[in-house]
């Protein structure tokens, strides 16, 4: 009894931080929300709890969370403004876009503080490679766990509190300033 109410506690301390700073709600179900932050790498580690190595990262989230991004994106800008379809497709490919996803989750999330990574990766700062994507499909899986527990509007919700349009837009324009630097650069 005593081992189970000490995973209890250790659970519901691993997924505090998530749920009070990122999507602002306690989740239903636990183990579904540990599949998104915990890495493969972590559980092949000496785990201090083996109900970890029966929790893997469940990429259906991620595959659940790209639809519902994708829709949510959708919603924000047929329902502000008039704009084709083909602009609103648009809107889906960039604010949609990994790369993007990765640096949104990374610079103004800080995702990475509440994934539960192997020692070599985070020793590593896999997050940092430039090639990486991998915080990209873990918000994915947060937006496949938030419509799952909240709908929809809890979805919406999350992507305004923390001004995901906006950020995104920032991101955007950091990015082509730093290709027009690059580009000057290199011709100066």
């Given amino acids: 009894m005593e081992n189970t109410t000490?995973?209890?506690?250790?659970?519901?301390?691993?997924?505090y931080p998530v749920e009070r700073y990122l999507i602002g709600f306690a989740v239903r179900d636990k183990k579904r929300l540990i599949s998104a932050i915990i890495?493969?790498?972590?559980?092949n580690?000496?785990?201090?709890?083996?109900?970890l190595k029966g929790i893997p990262?469940?990429?259906?989230?991620?595959?659940?969370?790209?639809?519902?991004?994708?829709?949510?994106?959708?919603?924000?800008f047929a329902l502000t403004d008039k704009h084709t379809s083909k602009e609103i497709d648009d809107?889906?490919?960039?604010?949609?876009?990994?790369?993007?996803?990765?640096?949104?989750?990374k610079n103004y999330l800080h995702l990475q503080n509440y994934i539960l990574w192997g020692p070599n990766e985070r020793k590593q700062?896999?997050?940092d490679h430039p090639t990486t994507e991998i915080l990209a499909d873990r918000?994915?899986?947060?937006?496949?766990?938030?419509?799952?527990?909240?709908?929809?509007?809890g979805v919406k919700n999350f992507l305004e509190k923390h001004d995901f349009f906006q950020r995104i837009d920032k991101i955007k324009e950091?990015?082509?300033?730093?290709?027009?630097?690059?580009?000057?650069?290199?011709h100066g």
């Fill in 6 to 15: 000490e995973w209890i506690n250790y659970r519901d301390e691993i997924c």
């Fill in 39 to 43: 890495s493969n790498a972590f559980c």
């Fill in 45 to 51: 580690e000496k785990v201090e709890f083996e109900q």
């Fill in 57 to 76: 990262a469940d990429t259906s989230l991620e595959t659940m969370g790209d639809f519902v991004l994708d829709f949510a994106i959708f919603d924000n």
């Fill in 91 to 105: 809107f889906r490919q960039l604010y949609g876009n990994n790369k993007m996803l990765h640096r949104f989750s």
């Fill in 125 to 127: 700062k896999i997050w």
């Fill in 139 to 153: 918000f994915e899986m947060l937006i496949g766990i938030i419509y799952l527990e909240k709908g929809i509007e």
């Fill in 174 to 186: 950091l990015s082509m300033i730093n290709s027009a630097i690059n580009s000057e650069s290199f």
